[in-house]
């Protein structure tokens, strides 16, 4: 799962102003002028990301948004201080402490996997920020438990990327069937097709999709690939 932002947001100077982008998406496509029109210009949320966000991105995997936040709470209620525990403390942690949290034994494994990699300097996190989008998606996927979805949401939310379309998106390829008219659930390559007029903010075209369902950014985190 993708959450809101817990600290504050890193903020590019060089980026344009979310209207300008939007006056530019809606000169692209007439159809996403539409859903602009429908929800209103508004800029990219953002989050801090960082290990915090990793982690929880697995935590939330395949449960509900309610069982995710009392295991985020329980482990922030780990050491007393009420923060969420490091990168440091995952790998150390042993495992009936993570499963008295809730954590299931899958998922601690793709914790500490995590943990170890961002502590031995395997997933530099600050470096990634200066990576290519591809060489980024290498870096997470190879981490077991983050496969491309999670990849995309940190590119898009921690990483401010302004180009990263999830045209495997369930809400993506809803609100596409939704405001084009199609019978059926859009495949992915259909999306693409679509978005190659959104480049290059695919990452707004995106966020006003979502933003049409009447919903808030992703909240249900893709199934695990290991």
Known sequence: MIRPARGPPTVRTDEPSARA??????????????VIRS????????????????AEAILYQQISGAAGDA??????????????????WFCTADRATLRRAGVSPQKVGYLQDLARRVVD????????????????????TAVHGIGGWTAQMYLLFSLHRPDVLPSGDLG??????????????????TIDRLGRRWAPYRSYATHYLWRSLANRPPLAAEPSRR
């Open 21 to 34: 982008v939007a006056r530019r998406l809606a000169r692209a496509d007439p159809v996403l002028a539409r």
């Open 39 to 54: 929800t209103g210009v508004v800029p990219l949320p953002r989050n801090a990301g960082g290990f915090r966000h990793l």
């Open 71 to 88: 295991i985020v709470r329980r482990l922030e209620a780990v050491d007393g201080t009420g923060r969420f525990p490091t990168a440091d």
């Open 121 to 140: 300097g395997r997933l530099d996190l600050r470096r990634l920020r200066g990576a290519s989008d591809a060489a980024v998606s290498e870096a997470l």
């Open 172 to 189: 993506v390829r809803k609100a596409v069937q939704r405001a084009w008219g199609f019978r059926t659930l859009p495949a992915p390559r």
